[in-house]
């Protein structure tokens, strides 16, 4: 059973630098691919699945894109469980009104994405140096498109911030934890890594 965690949108493994070092067991820290023109997130999934040799009976997930896209992994692959770390399980569960900006994201600046963080957008303004705006508004603009998951939803585990105005903190079936917002494993790097030690023991008994 090997661990395989995706970042958010324009962001980088680098998202989870204050959580790696708090965890007892392996977690593969994934960046996004280098963009080849997917506009689905199945393509994308694709992709991560080929470069990272993922197979059946691992662990997958990420933070809100990256938890997306684990969840396109899903369906292509078998795995252990799905870990979604503030992030969605179909285009319902996102804020409307980002929903409605999706269609406008190859005009709009891909610095708006910044402004949702806060106080640490200065982690995520170096993280998106690293970031192809082309393959942010592919993602954007497929997000109306979304099916998202319908499977069993056993296989999900969820830990999301109750102040989370991006993908609001769903009613039931997710662990919260009460005082986070978006990017829980970057703010709340101690009580993601409780959640996330709570499921390797939970998956590996």
Same mark, same amino acid.
């Given at each position: 059973?090997?661990?395989?965690?995706?970042p958010?949108?324009?962001?980088?493994?680098?998202?989870?630098?204050?959580?790696?070092h708090k965890?007892?067991?392996r !977690? *593969?820290f994934?960046?996004?691919?280098?963009? /080849? =023109?997917?506009?689905?997130?199945? #393509? @994308?999934?694709?992709?991560?699945?080929?470069?990272?040799?993922?197979?059946?009976?691992?662990?997958?997930?990420?933070?809100?894109?990256?938890?997306?896209?684990?969840?396109?992994?899903?369906?292509? !692959? *078998?795995?252990?469980?799905?870990?979604?770390? /503030? =992030?969605?399980?179909?285009?319902? #569960? @996102?804020?409307?009104?980002?929903?409605?900006?999706s269609?406008?994201?190859?005009?709009?600046?891909?610095?708006?994405?910044?402004?949702?963080?806060?106080?640490?957008?200065?982690?995520?303004?170096?993280?998106?140096?690293?970031?192809?705006?082309?393959?942010?508004?592919?993602?954007?603009?497929?997000?109306?498109?979304?099916?998202?998951?319908?499977?069993?939803?056993?296989?999900?585990?969820?830990?999301?911030?109750?102040?989370?105005h991006?993908?609001?903190?769903?009613?039931?079936?997710?662990?919260?934890?009460?005082?986070?917002g978006?990017?829980?494993?970057?703010?709340?790097?101690?009580?993601?890594a409780?959640?996330?030690?709570?499921?390797?023991?939970?998956?590996?008994?």
């Open positions: 059973m090997i661990w395989f965690l995706l958010g949108m324009g962001a980088t493994a680098a998202m989870y630098n204050g959580l790696k965890l007892s067991f !977690v *593969n994934l960046n996004w691919p280098v963009y /080849g =023109s997917e506009t689905t997130y199945a #393509e @994308v999934a694709r992709r991560v699945i080929r470069e990272n040799e993922i197979g059946a009976g691992d662990v997958v997930g990420g933070s809100s894109l990256g938890g997306m896209v684990a969840l396109e992994i899903a369906r292509l !692959v *078998n795995p252990k469980a799905v870990v979604l770390l /503030g =992030s969605a399980a179909n285009r319902k #569960e @996102v804020e409307p009104m980002l929903s409605l900006l269609p406008l994201a190859a005009a709009a600046p891909v610095t708006i994405i910044q402004a949702l963080v806060g106080k640490h957008r200065s982690l995520v303004s170096t993280m998106f140096a690293d970031s192809d705006p082309e393959f942010i508004r592919a993602m954007c603009a497929y997000l109306p498109s979304w099916d998202g998951y319908h499977g069993p939803p056993g296989r999900i585990l969820r830990l999301h911030g109750r102040k989370d991006v993908i609001p903190c769903p009613a039931s079936g997710s662990e919260i934890v009460e005082e986070a978006h990017l829980l494993a970057i703010t709340h790097a101690a009580e993601t409780v959640f996330l030690e709570r499921a390797n023991a939970q998956l590996a008994g």
